[in-house]
């Protein structure tokens, strides 16, 4: 698998997040801010998530792509768009459940749109704390947002609550 790289693009009201590789913990720093400007910046009328050129991608980022989802749909009053054609990742949102949360295409290509790249610099660490409280945050919203999930994370919530 390719290492992750995280592509961006904001155009009028109109917001891409383009996931790229084996999308892993790593990367959710530059996410969560992404996230946050979409939170942020002008109004949005679509928020697309493209997964069509993703390898793999980890439950840490999972939760980061629920919280952009119920944003969506409890601030901005729209259903974000995913774009995925992935078999193996399909069946992962279906099992954590957020193919409830976004509308999920399975378009080729994505809205064509100026990116800029914002992954990480391999040499460039995240801070533990903050990797640590985002990957904390990413495992609460998928257990509440299903609690069968619980058995598969609670050791894991459990470890980081006591090390928050």
Do not use: W
């Not at 996931?19 to 979409?38: F, P, W």
């Not at 919280?67 to 078999?87: F, P, Y």
């Not at 995240?126 to 619980?150: F, G, I, S, Y």
């Amino acid at each position: 698998m390719s290492s992750g790289r995280i592509l961006v693009a904001q155009q009028g009201g109109v917001y891409l997040l383009k996931l790229t590789g084996d999308v892993r913990v790593t990367l959710c720093a530059s996410v969560t801010d992404y996230i946050n400007q979409i939170f942020s910046g002008p109004p949005a009328t679509d928020v697309y998530v493209d997964l069509l050129e993703a390898e793999g991608i980890d439950s840490t980022m999972l939760g980061m792509l629920a919280k952009l989802a119920v944003h969506c749909i409890d601030e901005l009053h729209i259903k974000a768009r995913m774009l995925c054609v992935n078999r193996n990742i399909l069946r992962v949102l279906e099992s954590m459940e957020l193919d409830e949360l976004f509308e999920i295409l399975g378009l080729p290509t994505s809205p064509d749109m100026p990116v800029t790249d914002i992954t990480p610099d391999s040499e460039q660490e995240p801070e533990l704390d903050t990797l640590r409280q985002q990957v904390l945050e990413a495992h609460k919203l998928l257990v509440k947002l299903n609690p069968k999930l619980m058995g598969d994370f609670v050791a894991l919530i459990n470890t980081l609550e006591g090390d928050c």
